[in-house]
């Protein structure tokens, strides 16, 4: 959830929230991976900086365990890989496995915020301010891998958080590969761009996908490689890559961007519950759309992304005022 309250449980909210990261219990021996050490020069909460990487409490490719760590796995240019996370004493340690695992270790700091600059960010709001000050640990994570967040933002294009966490769990423990080494229980790197080319018909609807969000994963896994070289780019140039691809719009190329590139300005649009959140919470307008998000968050030029997630973090949601939205099950149709 984004932060210590209890928002509605929506797309945005988990999404762009913050990831409890147990401590305290002493790491079980395991098989000797690359390793790496790395000390960053600022306050570093990893709930915060990789909690949006996460989608939603079964993701396969993502776990945080009672020793205080913060488990991924990746499907990276190397091949894929595991990588744990843990931080002792203001350190990181990092370490990795797989043909992907030096690659990993390589993008550690920038996983963790490293290329991120909260420095130009100034709050022009009492509560964006009160937000930043009581998360000083918040970074913005930039994974430098596109499909990696593309196919499940997909997955979450028009249907309810637990229907594309579903299908994502689903689909990646079926028809993806074990994470290499010592990896919690059930972990898996998503599929390579062939597999998912290949999953047939009956399996996207057993998940609970659409035609519609299956036909647009399988024409961008088509162009996986031409996508991955958009992490090249600056987020602006990369979105228009990403929306080259028919199904994928602003709303969609925003969500990746921001994992994959550490994105601070790139706000989400096409939304159906920030503009709400963000309106309500800047001006006491819960029906805000998007032309009035973007309006309220102009004085954050450049860093409205962030603007946006502060608010999310602030606790400050509109009260509910119609039923939760029903989930569907196409599958059992």
């Known amino acids: 959830m984004a932060g210590r309250f209890a928002p509605r449980p929506t797309r945005t909210t988990v999404r762009g929230g913050h990831v409890v990261v147990p401590g305290g219990v002493p790491r079980q021996a395991s098989a000797a991976g690359r390793t790496r050490t790395w000390t960053p020069a600022w306050p570093l909460d990893l709930g915060l900086v990789l909690g949006p990487l996460r989608r939603g409490p079964g993701d396969p490719t993502f776990r945080a365990t009672p020793d205080g760590a913060v488990w991924r796995a990746s499907r990276t240019p190397a091949g894929p890989g595991t990588l744990r996370v843990a931080l002792r004493g203001g350190v990181v340690q990092g370490e990795a496995w797989g043909p992907g695992a030096e690659w990993l270790l390589h993008q550690l700091p920038e996983l963790l915020g490293s290329a991120d600059d909260p420095d130009a960010f100034e709050p022009r709001h009492r509560l964006v301010a009160l937000a930043r000050h009581r998360r000083p640990g918040l970074r913005l994570t930039r994974t430098g891998l596109v499909m990696e967040s593309l196919i499940p933002s997909v997955l979450e294009q028009k249907v309810t958080a637990d229907e594309a966490y579903r299908a994502w769990r689903l689909l990646v423990r079926k028809f993806g590969k074990p994470a290499p080494g010592p990896a919690p229980e059930r972990m898996s790197v998503m599929p390579a ?67 994959s590139h550490g994105a601070a300005d790139s706000v989400t649009v096409g939304d159906l519950h920030l503009p709400g959140i963000v309106g309500y919470a800047l001006a ?50």
């Open 193 to 259: 761009p062939r597999t998912w080319a290949l999953i047939p018909s009956w399996e996207w609807h057993r998940a609970g996908v659409d035609n519609k969000r299956a036909a647009t994963i399988l024409r961008a896994v088509r162009v996986a490689a031409r996508l991955e070289e958009a992490t090249a780019f600056d987020p602006v140039r990369a979105q228009a890559r990403l929306e080259v691809v028919s199904g994928i719009g602003p709303w969609t190329s925003a969500e990746v961007v921001q994992r």
């Open 284 to 333: 006491g307008d819960r029906d805000a759309d998007d032309s009035v998000m973007l309006e309220l968050l102009e004085p954050y030029a450049g860093q409205r992304h962030r603007a946006a997630r502060l608010i999310l973090l602030s606790g400050r949601t509109p009260p509910r005022r119609v039923p939760r939205m029903p989930r569907g099950d196409i599958g059992q149709l």
